[in-house]
């Protein structure tokens, strides 16, 4: 648990709210590349963020010091974009397309046909994400979006951590084996 961000909370729980933007900023960038693959769509993805930090903030005073706040948080995120998804009726990547760009990571750079090599790829994966259990599918999601380690995704999935490993590495074997078969 980062002792740093539980300060930072309590914080903003003792009337420092102007704080919250502190965690906004450390936290929003890796949120709308987990709700984007998610729901596939940049604005539903910018509206579960921001509902999330809206959330969080109005729920401020639940947080409990003894809990990592980066848990608290993205428990927050997943619930929403759980109920977002459910709301589309599912259709989630199946609008991916150039008006629907995912939130660009430090250091993207890119013109022409990498770019366009990037977005077919990026529609292949969330297309293939959305074909696994979604337990798999966000575990994977909170590693490689999110950045998490297996502890937070097993704290913020409410699993043990051979649980979170297992959800992991089960998703990323069915993607092989769904890319390979989409080779064939």
Known sequence: MSHDERDLFLRIQRG???RFDELVRRYQPKFLRF???KLGNREAAVDAVQ???LSAFAARDTYRSEYAVSTWMWTIL???CRRHGERA???QTETLDARHEPPARAGDTGGGLQKLLLEEQSEMLSRLMTE???PQSDAIRLRFFGDLSYEEIAQTMQSSLSGAKKRVKLG???LAERLRQHEE
């Open 78 to 80: 997943i619930n929403l």
């Open 51 to 53: 509902e999330a930090f």
């Open 132 to 134: 696994l259990p979604e």
């Open 35 to 37: 709700a984007f693959s």
């Open 172 to 174: 990323l074997l069915a």
């Open 89 to 91: 009726g599912r259709r």
């Open 16 to 18: 420092e709210t102007a």
